[in-house]
T-cell receptor, first 111, second 115 residues
């Protein structure tokens, strides 16, 4: 069965600094990979997804993620953090109908 | 507006008192699912439904029931809630569960407290 590991439950960056949130997956077949963002008191919103079309995926709000099969990774990056990026981020994997989520990474952005 | 609507947003109840959390989507999605979110554990799937009258257990189904009599509705039923079911619950839907690349649309969540 597929699974996801997010490295680091909390990440803190300064405004303007690089954001890097790590995600490694396990799947027996080529996976579909997703990043979701959850703002306080809200549901999850799809940030971006990998569906085998291109290994570098661009999402909303300036985020992007790169699929690296050899490393079984799908790390999320943003060149310059903004205060509004403070939220919880979830990596997810799906190779059949159901989706498995990581434990989440809370991103704090310091002024 | 395309959306998944959950009700209620907040609920405090007592142990053993049956409750239902409703979920409705207006996108004609075939696939619907319930998750619970607990700190440090991420989202864990409770039940899912590939289509009308087709439901199946997820990873943590104990203590929950669901039904899918209509395409748009997927209620979550707790027959006898216990304090360990205190959690944040999310309903999600997808166009077709057999094609996961569509991703999910989530509801706003229901925060349940069982005392």
């Amino acid at each position: 069965a597929q699974s996801v590991t997010q490295l680091g439950s909390h990440v803190s960056v300064s405004e303007g600094a690089l954001v890097l949130l790590r995600c490694n997956y396990s799947s027996s077949v080529p996976p579909y990979l997703f990043w979701y963002v959850q703002y306080p008191n809200q549901g999850l919103q799809l940030l971006l997804k990998y569906t085998s079309a291109a290994t570098l995926v661009k999402g909303i709000n300036g985020f992007e993620a790169e699929f690296k099969k050899s490393e079984t990774s799908f790390h999320l990056t943003k060149p310059s953090a903004h205060m509004s990026d403070a939220a919880e981020y979830f990596c997810a994997v799906s190779d059949h109908g159901d989706m498995r989520f990581g434990a989440g990474t809370r991103l704090t952005v310091k002024p | 507006e395309a959306q998944v609507t959950q009700n209620p947003r907040y609920l405090i109840t007592v142990t053993g008192k049956k409750l239902t959390v409703t979920c409705s989507q207006n996108m004609n999605h075939e696939y619907m699912s319930w998750y619970r979110q607990d700190p440090g554990l991420g989202l864990r799937q409770i039940y899912y439904s590939m289509n009308v009258e087709a439901t199946d257990k997820g990873d943590v189904p104990e203590g929950y029931k669901v039904s899918r009599k209509e395409k748009r509705n997927f209620p979550l039923i707790l027959e006898s809630p216990s304090p360990n079911q205190t959690s944040l619950y999310f309903c999600a839907s997808s166009l077709n569960g057999g094609f996961p690349h569509y991703g999910y649309t989530f509801g706003s969540g229901t925060r349940l407290t069982v005392v």
